[in-house]
């Protein structure tokens, strides 16, 4: 009798279990194929202005492009801001002007990345039309680094800050040759890694690293190379994001104060 | 016919061929558990070190950090198109974390379920069906009772079939085995809920890249549903397999054996020789179908579940074929 009941429990278990399991592999099967793609498709509707360089050049109003990696898109900033956000804020308080501010950071962005970008024809016309483009590039060039270990490290130094110059180089021609009278801003790298592995050397490598970048940025008599490795250096704790590598919103005012005040004077001067 | 299945499946249960699996889930399942625990409270600590926070109570300002990092990145017009839904995806889990207040680091006993299964459907599962299958011909054949089966006057197709609907039976056994002990052993160190978390699915290899567009998120329980969906299938597969060495070998652990080394050194080479195409038509390489789901695996051109449900199916089909003509002509007295 026992035998009898174990017999059926364990059909109508089994039977259930089949036909549950048969839905949930077909339910597979569906999700990882069958049906083609149709949704996503949708093309955005751009809304960037694209106004002649000429018809731009209003002396009422104050463009500003923000390009480059995470830090000039603003990651971490807990406010979503980021130091364009903080910038357009501050400018606006200090100018009658109408200040308009484009931001098309792009997180994990090297310098090859940017300059592919660059090819864009909707990037030239807004780079022909601004007063300013800020630029924040080079931190995951460099990243690529931290993996190393020390002994190579040296070597694999001077053959990245090589490639990541020469491309700086194109950026900046690339830059002015869409527009040749805009102010670039460069935004120098900051470690954030100072308290983690405070290694001399690293610390030398960024310094030689923000070193270069500055005399090539500042050969070009418009251009500006912001540092902001001193901000960071004794407030680690105050300035970066919990994830430990993009400054917070008070590591973006920070910067973005820096910035205003380098060049705050060029607008209101006119 | 009903009848030969059932004494089947008793042959099965009385040999203790069930308790020993049983016995090694329990094991098994337990030790995971604890050492997930484990190591995941070693991750909080390590965080809470890294960047001075406590992983219990800052989560959730890191999470809408990142919502807003990804609400940014949606917006951004010169974004790639098609990372977006899997962002949006990604936004959605968020959200529902923050929501339910459940800290995407922790477990639950309906996340561990899902991940035992999908752990285990390459390796240890398909040992556990062997250990079922493995004698479950060649036992009869060693110990003689085949004879004795086979004077009755039943025919031969009838035994064998009665004997594979056994088997399939005790997989499905097996599976729910699984799934109940994981559930309520992993539910002591992570709590019982967690069955209607979103999960992201919905993969798919376009050429010889993963294809983001399609990305969906779907409850954690039917993402189980179907993780165990492709386990029985794989069970199946597996179980036919050696159910066809099984009837080829006359001596249970040489049967063993044989499916034991075929399942192991098919996992060393899908790493040593996965540049040789052929290897890809081999059963034992096929047997991560979970991975589709969950997007976790190298993308290979031509290489996607129809791809490795349709080998799977051709192996259970010929040695199902095999098993059977072999049996239907063998002469069993000598």
Same mark, same amino acid.
């Given at each position: 009798?026992?035998?009898?009941?174990?017999?059926?429990?364990?059909?109508?278990?089994?039977?259930?279990g089949f036909v549950a399991l048969s839905i949930g592999f077909f339910k597979a099967q569906q999700v990882t194929g069958g049906r083609t793609p149709t949704a996503g498709k949708t093309i955005k509707t751009e809304n960037i202005p694209t106004k002649t360089a000429a018809a731009a050049k209003e002396s009422n109003a104050v463009r500003i492009v923000v390009m480059g990696d995470s830090v000039a898109k603003g990651t971490g900033d807990e406010k979503g801001k980021g130091f364009s956000g903080y910038l357009k804020d501050y400018l606006k308080n200090q100018t009658t002007k109408d200040i308009s501010v484009e931001n098309i950071g792009i997180d994990g962005l090297k310098t090859d990345g940017l300059l592919e970008r660059l090819q864009d024809q909707k990037l030239?016309?807004?780079?022909?039309?601004?007063?300013m483009v800020v630029i924040s590039i080079g931190g995951n060039d460099l990243r690529v680094l931290r993996s190393r270990g020390d002994s190579t490290k040296e070597a694999g130094f001077g053959n990245l800050e090589g490639i990541y110059l020469n491309n700086l180089k194109e950026l900046l021609k690339g830059v002015r040759k869409s527009s040749t009278d805009t102010y670039i801003v460069f935004v120098g790298l900051y470690n954030p890694y100072l308290d983690a592995a405070a290694s001399y050397e690293d610390t030398q490598l960024v310094s030689t690293w923000n070193y270069d970048t500055q005399r090539l940025i500042e050969a070009d008599p418009k251009a500006i190379f912001?540092?902001?490795?001193d901000i960071f250096k004794f407030s680690l704790n105050r300035f970066i994001a919990s994830d430990g590598l993009h400054p917070n919103s008070l590591g973006y005012q920070a910067i973005s104060n820096r910035i205003a005040k380098s060049v705050e004077n060029v607008f209101n001067g006119e | 016919m009903l009848r030969l299945i059932e004494n089947e499946v008793f042959k099965i249960i009385f040999k203790k061929r069930l308790l020993i699996v049983f016995g090694i889930l329990l094991v098994l399942i337990t030790a995971f558990a604890y050492g997930q625990d484990n190591s995941l409270n070693r991750t909080k600590a390590r965080l809470a070190g890294r960047i001075g926070i406590t992983a219990s109570t800052?989560?959730?300002? $890191?999470? =809408?950090?990142?919502?807003?990092? $990804?609400?940014?990145? $949606? =917006?951004s017009p010169y974004g790639h198109e098609e990372d977006k839904p899997a962002t949006r995806v990604r936004i959605e889990q968020l959200q529902y974390y923050l =929501?339910?207040?459940?800290n995407p680091l922790d477990s639950s006993a309906a996340k561990f379920t899902t991940q035992f299964m999908e752990q285990s459907i390459f390796l240890f599962l398909p040992l556990l069906i062997i250990i079922l299958a493995g004698d479950i011909v060649s036992g009869e054949a060693a110990n003689g009772t085949i004879k004795l089966i086979l004077t009755r006057n039943i025919p031969r197709w009838k035994v064998l079939l009665s004997k594979l609907a056994a088997l399939l039976m005790l997989e499905i056994i097996v599976l729910l085995m699984a799934a109940v002990i994981s559930a309520a052993v992993s539910g002591v160190f992570f709590g019982y809920g967690g069955w209607t978390a979103p999960v992201a699915t919905g993969f798919r290899v376009i050429g010889d890249r993963l294809e983001t567009l399609g990305v969906v998120n779907v409850p954690q329980w039917q993402y189980a549903l179907m993780v165990y969906g492709l386990a029985y299938f794989v069970s199946i597969v597996v179980g036919t397999v050696s159910f066809m060495i099984s009837v080829l070998v006359k001596s249970t652990s040489a049967s063993i054996g044989v499916m034991m080394s075929a399942l192991i050194g098919g996992n060393f080479l899908s790493h040593f020789m996965s540049d040789w195409k052929i290897t890809r038509y081999l059963f034992m390489v096929n047997l991560r179908l979970t991975d589709y789901l969950a997007g976790s695996f190298q993308p290979v051109a031509g290489i996607n579940m129809a791809f490795s449900v349709t080998v799977l199916s051709v192996w259970a089909v010929a040695a199902l074929a095999i098993s059977f003509v072999y049996f239907m002509r063998q002469d069993i007295l000598v």
């Open positions: 009798m026992l035998k009898r009941i174990t017999w059926f429990s364990l059909l109508i278990i089994t039977a259930a030239h016309s807004l780079i022909a039309a601004s007063d912001i540092p902001t490795y | 800052d989560w959730k300002k $890191l999470c =809408e950090q990142q919502i807003i990092d $990804l609400k940014n990145r $949606l =917006e =929501e339910n207040n459940i």
